[in-house]
């Protein structure tokens, strides 16, 4: 079976420091991998998506950015991290096969990320 | 014409009682619409899906009632309990990932207590 793992489970950064967030997927190949926030009782904003590795699309202009480096490892990072970078940060992967893909998406247990 | 709507807000039901949640859509290119349950500090979790060639889709408790000629869907969770206490989310999407479709879009959510 399918499983996504998630770290850290909570992470505190001071303003101004980089940010790595790491993804990855077991039980499949070639998925199609999704970086989502959510702000405290808010829905779910899509920040990136991958279809393929190093193949990254922004959905949202931001300091962040995303790096897919295996087929099932899908990295978030950020250079200086800016307050407004708090929240709840999940990876989600459906199936992908040669570009096309159908749903559903299925979310790991996310990072907690507060920024002081 | 991606947005989502999810009604209501917060809702309290007690034990046993019919908890209802509506959700509406405007882009007619969808064709998948899930509902995810949410815990505090865990992921999003399908909970269950319908695609449009069905009015009704039944799973347990758990019931989405479809009506595509007014754009909207609902999730019935029939006789209530205490752990069905969550945020649920509706969503839309098309069912093929490509460019720009098949990405989900999210209703803001629904906190929903049952009260024993």
């Known amino acids: 079976s399918q499983t996504i793992h998630q770290w850290p489970a909570t992470l505190v950064q001071p303003v101004g420091s980089p940010l790595s967030l790491e993804c990855t997927v077991e039980?499949?190949?070639?998925?199609?991998l999704y970086w989502y926030r959510q702000a405290a009782g808010r829905g779910l904003q899509l920040l990136f998506y991958?279809?393929?590795?190093?193949?990254i699309s922004s959905e949202v202009p931001q300091n962040l950015s995303a790096s897919r480096p295996q087929d099932r490892q899908f990295i978030l990072s950020s250079k200086k991290l800016l307050l407004s970078d708090s929240g709840f940060y999940l990876c989600?992967?459906?199936?992908?096969?040669?570009?096309?893909?159908?749903?559903?998406?299925?979310f790991g247990d996310g990072t907690r990320l507060s920024i002081l | 014409q991606q947005q989502v709507k999810q009604s209501p807000q917060s809702l309290i039901v007690q034990k046993g009682g019919i908890s209802i949640i509506n959700c509406a859509y405007e882009?007619?290119?969808?064709?998948?619409f899930p509902w995810y349950q949410q815990f505090p500090g865990k992921g999003p979790a399908l909970l269950i899906a319908?695609?449009?060639?069905?009015s009704e889709k039944k799973e347990g408790r758990f019931t989405i009632s479809f009506n595509k000629s007014a754009k909207q869907f609902s999730l019935h969770i029939m006789d209530s309990q205490p752990g069905d206490s969550a945020t649920y989310f509706c969503a839309a999407s098309t069912q093929q990932f490509s460019g720009n479709t098949g990405k989900l879009i999210f209703g803001q959510g629904t906190t929903l207590q049952v009260k024993p």
């Open positions: 991958s279809v393929g590795i190093g193949q």
């Open positions: 989600a992967w459906s199936e992908g096969l040669t570009g096309y893909v159908g749903q559903p998406q299925h």
């Open positions: 319908i695609r449009p060639d069905v």
């Open positions: 882009n007619t290119a969808f064709d998948y």
């Open positions: 039980g499949t190949s070639n998925p199609n």
